[in-house]
């Protein structure tokens, strides 16, 4: 009965409506508030989402599960997104289509140096957007034939997946204590900083950039920044 089931659900056509049905999308993403975006997205699309916050678990959802498209952000809390998209890629023809993603257009070189079919900015809202680029990179074959529904429809996440980043990078902040670890924080700061239109984030995420290595006093503007927007956002 399960394979049954599992024939007729894989053979269901796609719809204008739905572009993405029967498609499952692996998200590598350590963000909340980005990962429910695309969630989102996901779900208007009619794609199945599977959800990795870092390299490690996303080997083990790789060496279970077999998306079609794996979407992978380029800062990880236990490395770079380039690697995770060259060791998929080196599986070779059978390997997924993969996206690199990330709240720092500069990526974008990288993420394709590396193998990535395709880039995409955040912030993830616009489901035209969304759809036009996952379906860029599938085979031809596994495209829906006939006109697409483009709608201007945008979605807006969770604000409460927005305070749980900024709880998660302010506590990741005060234990930092080496390059690698504020790179990752201010990759992270840029994320969630594009993802929610706040340029005073952007702002505190360039202070922690600088070549030399930010100084105590940015440390403790950067610190004070999110102290606020987390007193801001305990009131959802």
Same mark, same amino acid.
């Given at each position: ?7 007729? &659900? ?53 060496a279970t599960y077999r998306p079609g498209v ?13 690697? !995770? ?44 957007m969304f759809q036009q680029a996952v379906l ?10 006939g006109l697409r529904v483009v709608t201007d ?6 604000? !409460?997946? &927005? ?28 994320? +969630? ?31 004070? +920044? ?11």
């Amino acid at each position: 009965m399960t394979d049954d089931l599992s024939q007729f &659900l894989a053979s269901r056509p796609v719809s204008a409506e739905r572009p993405l049905l029967g498609l499952t999308v692996l998200l590598v993403e350590d963000s909340r508030f980005a990962s429910e975006a695309v969630r989102l997205l996901c779900l208007r699309s009619g794609a199945r989402i599977r959800r990795a916050d870092c390299l490690r678990s996303a080997h083990r959802h790789l060496a279970t599960y077999r998306p079609g498209v794996v979407i992978v952000d380029m800062g990880l809390p236990d490395g770079s997104g380039a690697d !995770l998209i060259r060791q998929i890629k080196l599986a070779g023809p059978g390997a997924p289509a993969v996206l690199g993603l990330s709240g720092d257009p500069g990526m974008e070189g990288e993420a394709l140096a590396a193998g990535a079919d395709a880039f995409m900015p955040k912030p993830l809202e616009s489901l035209a957007m969304f759809q036009q680029a996952v379906l860029s990179v599938l085979p031809e074959a596994e495209r829906p034939a006939g006109l697409r529904v483009v709608t201007d429809e945008m979605i807006s996440p969770d604000p !409460l997946a &927005l305070r749980d980043d900024l709880s998660h990078v302010a506590e990741v902040l005060l234990a930092a204590q080496d390059p690698d670890a504020l790179g990752y924080v201010a990759h992270f700061l840029t994320g +969630i900083a594009r993802s929610s239109h706040d340029e005073g984030l952007e702002t505190a995420a360039e202070l922690l950039r600088g070549k030399a290595g930010p100084s105590s006093e940015d440390l403790t503007r950067v610190s004070g +920044i999110l102290q606020q927007r987390l007193a801001a956002a305990s009131g959802f």
